[in-house]
């Protein structure tokens, strides 16, 4: 990622900000007509604010800096009384900011040190892996998911199931809005989605996506066969830049759609298998979940990866079998 994209990230992370401080303002203005005593205690709180830095500073009693507290605590209760007679939100006197954890500056202070926030990764990851994969996150959300789409025939013959199509995707869903809430549960498994194309192993991949990115999840999402050759080109790039081997190592959620389509030879196994069991790892002192999907059933992943592949599927993610008929004419 070069200097030049991070750089107008930074500069519409700043134009955020003064818009959030612009909205303030307007804000203020229009409460302070409305209620004049709101300028006269936001006056008598900056007042409070420096006599008690001056207070700290010259070493002043502890009763003083009690008083200058109780004094504060007690406009800042009023504020709030004038704010719920106006239905107000006590927030409404701060700046809205986009993203609550960095304030709209793209950087966050943990342990002392400086690092990129979750939100400004986000950005970066979607510019330069998740532009072509994630879909149309407002179209494709649990809201807009339609099981109706799905018959709900019992047909065992058809479908080699004893429940409907319908039935399944029910607790399928049920399945994975149990995996997004204890997705920071280190004992929560991973996701393989096995179906044929049309029964909406992806929609719901964006769907998961969608809720995690909302929580402020990191998510990358890419295809198996432009993973393992991006993962081989970084191997025998001379430039040092493993970049993309570290973001599919630490991101958040990794979603792997289309496994089994990639032509694979002994460096891909190799490389696929390095993803999937350094995630499993834990090893960067956070908890990482990877979705895969994939239209082979369980029999074609024995037939096509190693047998140390299969049994870290079988052994770490929970495998949904997703079946029925295209939906995508139904729709």
């Known amino acids: 990622m070069s200097n030049a994209v991070l750089n107008e990230l930074l500069k519409d992370y700043e134009k955020k900000q ?12 229009e409460l302070y007509i409305k209620f004049p005593r709101l300028q006269e205690i936001e006056d008598e709180l900056n007042s409070y604010a420096i006599q008690s830095a001056k207070s700290i500073l010259s070493s002043n009693s502890s009763n003083v800096l009690n008083d ?11 504020r709030c009384d004038i704010l719920k007679k106006d239905k107000k939100n006590s927030d409404y006197l701060t700046p809205h900011y986009e993203c609550h954890k960095c304030n709209d500056t793209g950087y ?3 342990d002392n040190q400086t690092i990129m926030c979750s939100c400004l990764k986000q950005k970066l990851f979607n510019i330069q892996y998740n532009k072509c994969n994630i879909g149309n996150l407002e179209k494709e959300n649990f809201k807009k998911f339609n099981i109706n789409l799905y018959s709900d025939e019992i047909n065992e013959k058809k479908y080699n199931a004893d429940i409907s199509p319908r039935e399944n995707i029910k607790n399928i869903c049920k399945e994975i809005k149990k995996f997004i809430k204890n997705f920071d549960d280190p004992d929560e498994k991973n996701l393989l989605f096995s179906g044929g194309t ?3 192993k992806t929609f719901l991949s964006n769907c998961i996506v969608g809720e995690l990115l909302a929580q402020g999840k990191t998510v990358l999402y890419q295809t198996a ?16 830049d493993n970049s993309f081997s570290q973001n599919l190592l630490t991101v958040d959620l990794l979603v792997i759609d289309d496994l089994g389509t990639e032509t694979m ?14 995630r499993l790892l834990n090893q960067n002192g956070k908890v990482t979940k990877t979705i895969i999907s994939t239209n082979l059933d369980l029999q074609g992943l024995f037939n096509t990866y190693d047998e140390r592949i299969v049994s870290r599927f079988v052994g770490h993610y929970n495998i949904y079998r997703f ?7 139904k729709k």
């Open 18 to 29: 003064l818009r959030a401080m612009r909205d303030l303002d307007e804000r203020k203005k």
């Open 68 to 78: 200058l507290n109780d004094k504060i605590n007690m406009l800042k209760k009023q």
């Open 108 to 110: 966050v202070k943990v």
């Open 198 to 200: 049309g029964l909406g």
């Open 225 to 240: 066969p432009v993973m393992l050759d991006t993962l081989i080109s970084e191997l025998f790039n001379n430039s040092g």
């Open 265 to 278: 030879n002994s460096m891909k196994f190799t490389e696929l298998y390095e993803v999937i069991n350094t």
């Open 323 to 329: 079946f029925g008929d295209d939906i995508r004419f």
